[in-house]
């Protein structure tokens, strides 16, 4: 099975258990050559961080939609029908209440700041408009990074307010994590670095 959390080409094997070493050693054996290294859970998910892509159970669940979750390229409009097309053709017609963005520390020093570690409120110009859902060091931005979802002030005040990518990426905002009591700046991004 083909599949990746990391951006990278990967593939899940299921094999029955009485064979996972002898595979195992195999694989090891014959990509000594070409370099394999095993990868801990921990390095792939700050991988997937860093490359903006959300993850099931953290960014993704049962309510999240691919506009909120800025997945709508993996949507086939085209197809001729699907279990929830007419609710995501509506919502891309009114626009999205919750968008998920990265954030990027900015001004942080991993080895003396204090880590995020997902559920910091997100700051816009001093009002809260979220939280943040998964955090990581991205060593290939050399920055602390952080994912979450943010919504308008009026739509936490009670009054649903579509968001649109010109207030969420007005050059004068000023974005903000709260970690652990203190307001760290941060960058706002709506797609994925290039890297």
């Known amino acids: 099975l083909a ?26 054996k014959i990509g000594r050559d070409y ?13 997937r961080i860093e490359k903006f892509i ?38 891309n017609n009114e626009g ?24 910091e409120a997100i700051y816009r110009n001093g009002e809260f408009v979220g939280f943040t859902s998964s955090t990581a060091y991205g060593f290939t931005l050399q920055k602390m990074v952080a994912l979450g979802f943010v919504r308008h002030p009026a739509t936490i ?10 207030w969420l990426a007005e050059k004068d905002a000023e974005w903000s994590i709260d970690v652990a009591g203190t307001m760290v700046p941060v960058s706002a991004h709506l797609y994925p670095p290039n890297l």
Do not use: C
């Open 3 to 28: 599949v990746t959390n990391t951006g990278e080409p990967g593939y899940s094997i299921y094999i029955p258990s009485e064979f996972a070493l002898q595979i195992y050693d195999n694989f090891m």
């Open 35 to 47: 370099g394999i290294r095993n990868v801990g859970h921990l390095a792939m998910r700050m991988l």
């Open 54 to 91: 959300p993850f099931w159970g953290e960014e993704l669940t049962a309510d999240t939609t691919p506009n909120e979750s800025n997945k709508m390229f993996k949507v086939k409009f085209d197809k001729e029908d699907f279990i929830g097309k007419d609710a995501l053709v509506k919502q």
């Open 96 to 119: 999205v209440l919750k968008r998920l963005v990265q954030f990027q520390l900015e001004d942080f020093n991993k080895d003396l700041d204090v880590w995020p570690w997902g559920g």
């Open 157 to 166: 005040a009670g009054t649903p307010t579509p968001l649109d990518n010109a």
